[in-house]
């Protein structure tokens, strides 16, 4: 199993600012995703977490939105910036320890933008 | 690109009853498929894995089926509980090492 820590839990951001939202596993994992879940939809990779390198970015997320850190095997940054109402979602912070098995998930950002 | 459908209607069963949940999806046969389980206010919980190779999967009170002919996936509760109400994600391979979701059936076992 995989014990991943995000932080904060929850926050209310004015239009036009930035919230960083941080992910710690217990232990070193070689794949970490970000997902967005919008309220009653399902959940959609944003980009892979790459250690040391870009983060590697789906269809429709860029990097100057959402820029990703991954300063080593254990922990993530994801920013969502330049806040605007539609920004409002769950972001989730995952690992995958081996390859074609389960995700495991943090307990997710719920953030609102005012 | 492959889609996944799961119904968008809440399930609502009564205690003790088997739940059913489905899952279609439109292009590909995957390797494999998962099905997730997810609270409110909480991250995905992993429940099952099922190959394309296997027709059918238990543990514990959960079974799922997949049937590649028909590009869906079972998913059942048995003797469910009012604990079981949540809602269930299914998530197919949708690259290297990605996985891609449906957006969730919502069930509720009333005692």
């Known amino acids: 199993s995989a014990v991943i820590s995000q932080k904060p839990s929850r926050d209310i951001c004015q239009r036009g600012t930035s919230l960083t939202i941080q992910c710690q596993v217990d232990s070193q994992v070689t794949m970490m995703f970000w997902y967005r879940q919008q309220p009653g939809q399902s959940l959609t990779l944003i980009a892979t977490?790459?250690?040391?390198?870009?983060?590697?970015?789906e269809s429709g997320f860029v990097i100057d939105k959402f820029p990703i850190s991954r300063p080593n095997l254990t922990f993530s940054t994801l920013t969502v910036s330049n806040l605007s109402p539609e920004d409002s979602s769950i972001y989730l912070c995952s690992v995958l320890r081996a390859i074609n098995e389960k995700l495991f998930f943090g307990s997710g950002t719920q953030l609102s933008v005012l | 690109s492959q889609k996944i459908e799961q119904n968008s209607e809440a399930l609502n069963i009564q205690e003790g009853k088997t739940a059913t949940l489905t899952c279609n999806y439109t292009n590909y046969s995957p390797a494999y498929l998962q099905w997730y389980r997810q609270d409110p206010g909480r991250g995905p919980v992993f429940l099952l894995l099922i190959r394309e190779n296997e027709k059918e999967k238990r543990k514990e009170r959960l079974k799922v089926t997949f049937d590649t002919t028909l590009k869906q996936s079972l998913f059942h509760i048995t003797a469910s509980q009012p604990a079981d109400s949540a809602t269930y994600l299914c998530?197919?391979?949708?690259?290297?090492?990605?996985?891609?979701f449906g957006a969730g059936t919502r069930l509720a076992v009333h005692p």
């Open positions: 998530a197919l391979p949708g690259g290297y090492n990605k996985l891609i």
């Open positions: 977490a790459n250690q040391g390198s870009e983060a590697t970015y």
